[in-house]
């Protein structure tokens, strides 16, 4: 069974940052693509930012030179720095990967959601 767990959210100040992490854990054989969704209230979950298994990254519009995506082969974890965040930036935020069971069984995965709470 795959998990990914998160950590890492909570309240700051607008300007402030955080870092989000997210493992995965279980029996798999390879993680392709992990990334960061979010959904604000009464809004539609999207994108935030994705690396692919050989580093390569995209980002949401509204937070390009502010958020950063990275990831840790060694530990299957990806991490979403936040810095000088904005009220707009609050949201719960999910991690996402597509995993492969084997070479061609490739499934994703959500985990359980963190909040971000950006407010003075």
């Known amino acids: 069974q795959v998990q990914l767990v998160e950590s890492g959210g909570g309240l700051v100040q607008p300007g402030g940052s955080l870092r989000l992490s997210c493992a995965a854990s279980g029996m798999f054989f390879r993680i392709h693509t992990m990334g960061w969704y979010r959904q604000a209230a009464g809004k539609q979950r999207e994108l935030v930012a994705r690396?692919?298994?050989?580093?390569?990254?995209n980002y949401e519009e509204s937070v390009k030179g502010r958020f950063t995506v990275s990831k840790d082969n060694a530990k299957n974890t990806v991490y979403l720095q936040m810095n000088s965040l904005k009220p707009e930036d609050t949201a719960v935020y999910y991690c996402n990967a597509d995993i492969g069971q084997s070479a061609m069984r490739i499934y994703n995965y959500w985990g359980q959601g963190t909040q971000v709470t950006v407010s003075s």
């Open positions: 690396i692919t298994s050989d580093g390569m990254t």
